[in-house]
């Protein structure tokens, strides 16, 4: 079975620029989920889907964050524009449902210059 | 605010050791505390997690142990290999889905 997928693995983009991450959830997962982590720390909750549905978006900086995922399956996760705040790493998550157990992609690796 | 505390921040042991990671929490309503492993360039995989009806949970040489009253629990590696090297979060959540993630224990097991 696959895992989640994420693209690309590396990002370098110039502070001010937009750049977009992708993300393929394990096949009939429902529940999707985008977490920021910060070195060294753990992973924060960015926005929560189930299907298309965007049920938890209270920790998205909504100003320059945003997210969509057509057809329930996979996902954008947009900055613009960037900030040199914003390098981290962006993981994605799904479960078959709520509640179930999360299976996390490799991440997206962010650097803002 | 993080939500969940976690020490220590690194830990070295020997191969054969064992391993504890120590988290706390504050919010009563957590029902649900798993422990994420991550290798780098990795995401973080489940390793265990246990609910609050039962003290310990045990999976091969990995064992949460769980304090209701004092809102701790543990993580040990039992006969640590240098396989296990990784970085180690706890988490909680209310209704399984909201985790709310520790710092992280990087482990670094010597052979």
């Known amino acids: 079975e696959a895992g989640v997928v994420q693209s690309p693995r590396y990002k370098i983009i110039e502070k001010k620029q937009p750049v977009a991450f992708w993300c393929n959830p394990i096949?009939?997962?429902?529940?999707l989920y985008w977490y920021l982590q910060n070195l060294g720390q753990g992973p924060e909750l960015l926005i929560r889907y189930e299907n298309e549905e965007a049920v938890d978006d209270s920790q998205l900086p909504k100003d320059r964050f945003s997210a969509e995922r057509l057809k329930g399956v996979d996902s954008t996760l947009k900055i613009q524009p960037a900030e040199l705040g914003d390098s981290a790493v962006y993981l994605c998550?799904?479960?078959?449902?709520?509640?179930?157990?999360?299976?996390f992609g490799p991440g997206t690796r962010l650097l803002v210059l | 605010q993080q939500q969940v505390k976690q020490s220590p921040q690194s830990l070295i042991v020997q191969k054969g050791g064992i391993s504890i990671i120590n988290c706390a929490y504050e919010n009563t309503a957590f029902d649900y505390f798993p422990w994420y492993q991550q290798f780098p360039g990795k995401g973080p995989a489940l390793l265990i997690a246990i609910r609050p009806d039962v003290s310990e949970k045990k999976e091969g040489r990995f064992t949460i142990s769980f304090n209701k009253s004092a809102k701790q629990f543990s993580l040990h590696i039992m006969d640590s290999q240098p396989g296990d090297s990784a970085t180690y979060f706890c988490a909680a959540s209310r209704d399984d889905y909201k985790l709310s993630f520790g710092a992280g224990t990087t482990v670094t097991v010597r052979a």
């Open positions: 998550a799904s479960s078959l449902e709520r509640g179930q157990t999360q299976y």
């Open positions: 096949s009939g997962h429902n529940t």
